[in-house]
């Protein structure tokens, strides 16, 4: 018998858990390229449209491969799901910088200003939560379904996993837990549920309490200067 295709899973056999939905990712990345778009143009290297229509036009496809639940994943659905949520981390670092020494130079607009860095805040904690469940343990699709990404590393280890590996208690995040973990690392500054395990993903959080940190400092000077 000839073996399966190397760009679809292998699921025979294997017990998997209830398929996460699509929507909950696709209203976050909505809501997050909205804002992005209000931020001011100056505040970008690359107009709001472009990064947009790329983002969008990289999810539809993942979309009509998964249109509700994220039960198949091939190869390349693996690999664009990840470029599309680097390509949205990038560019909203890039926006997080510059709106970084905006704050620092002062000359902008106060209130304007704070608005931009009220929304680009909240885009970060969308594209870091993107980026958290797109890597860990190979996937939203291969964390649920055994023998899809065993070989995969498991960069967060959250505290309903340590029941063990008993099928009985088998239980895997969705997107909304790194949410609550992209949410927590950018307001504490520090890992409050899931726990990084690998270089990689404490260097992500590391850059994500940073940028959140120098964020929240220069922001309450600004406002504190506004209202001088």
Do not use: C
């Not at 939560?129 to 960069?155: C, K, N």
């Amino acid at each position: 018998m000839s073996a399966p295709p190397a760009t679809e899973p292998t699921t025979a056999g294997a017990e998997a858990l209830p398929a996460e939905h699509r929507w909950p990712v696709v209203v976050a990345m909505a809501g997050a390229l909205t804002l992005f778009v209000l931020v001011d143009n100056d505040l970008r290297v690359v107009p709001a449209w472009i990064v947009a229509a790329v983002v969008v036009i990289g999810l539809v496809p993942l979309v009509v491969v998964n249109p509700h639940r994220l039960s198949r994943q091939t190869r390349w659905s693996r690999r664009l799901g990840i470029l599309v949520a680097a390509f949205f981390a990038i560019m909203a670092q890039i926006t997080v910088i510059q709106i970084l020494v905006a704050l620092v130079d002062g000359g902008a607009d106060g209130l304007r200003m704070l608005l931009n860095a009220a929304g680009i805040w909240l885009v970060q904690v969308v594209v870091f939560a993107l980026i958290f469940w797109e890597l860990d343990r190979g996937g939203p699709v291969a964390r649920r379904v055994e023998g899809v990404a065993d070989d995969a590393p498991r960069h967060f280890r959250f505290p309903q996993q340590e029941e063990g590996e008993d099928p009985l208690h088998r239980w895997e995040p969705a997107f909304v837990d790194y949410g609550y973990v992209a949410l927590t690392n950018m307001t504490s500054f520090s890992p409050t549920d899931a726990m990084p395990l690998t270089h990689t993903a404490k260097l992500l959080m590391g850059w994500q309490s940073l940028t959140g940190f120098a964020m929240l400092a220069l922001v309450i000077a600004r406002s504190v200067n506004t209202l001088g």
